[in-house]
């Protein structure tokens, strides 16, 4: 986990035996991940209709896999959880904001708080 983080790692004698244990491993994990990234943000972009297409593709194919109902509960929770976060993401997108995405994960909250 420490080796997708962006901040510095201090250890210490504090520090938890498992971090003491991997943190000469830590740099060369961090590279790997930074080099993933980068990585992708050279591949080309794709297109809307291409990721609806493909993900349309995985959920007939994993049609059977798939609990709809646990995975909506996922999101939500994590939505409602992280929703000032999401809000304010949404609000400084402009495609969001031509969508109103923002107005409408607000109301989804409050549906489904309702609902509880």
Same mark, same amino acid.
């Given at each position: 986990?420490?080796?997708?983080?962006? +901040? =510095?790692? #201090?250890?210490?004698?504090?520090s %938890? +035996?498992?971090? &003491? &244990?991997?943190?000469?491993?830590? %740099?060369?994990?961090?590279?790997?991940?930074?080099?993933?990234?980068a990585?992708?943000?050279?591949?080309?972009?794709? +297109?809307? !209709?291409?990721?609806?297409a493909?993900?349309? *593709? !995985?959920?007939?194919?994993?049609?059977? /896999?798939?609990?709809?109902l646990?995975?909506?509960? =996922?999101?939500?929770?994590?939505?409602?959880?992280?929703? *000032? *976060?999401?809000?304010?993401? &949404?609000?400084?997108? /402009? !495609?969001? #904001?031509? !969508?109103?995405?923002?107005?409408?994960?607000?109301?989804?909250?409050?549906?489904?708080? &309702? =609902?509880?």
């Amino acid at each position: 986990m420490d080796s997708c983080s962006t +901040s =510095e790692h #201090r250890l210490g004698k504090d520090s %938890p +035996s498992n971090k &003491l &244990l991997y943190a000469k491993d830590i %740099p060369n994990y961090k590279s790997w991940v930074e080099r993933y990234y980068a990585d992708i943000s050279r591949l080309p972009a794709i +297109s809307d !209709q291409d990721m609806n297409a493909y993900l349309a *593709e !995985q959920a007939r194919l994993h049609s059977t /896999e798939f609990n709809m109902l646990s995975a909506l509960n =996922e999101i939500y929770s994590y939505v409602s959880k992280y929703s *000032e *976060e999401i809000t304010a993401a &949404l609000d400084q997108d /402009e !495609q969001a #904001r031509k !969508q109103r995405l923002a107005y409408k994960v607000e109301q989804l909250i409050s549906a489904m708080s &309702l =609902e509880s």
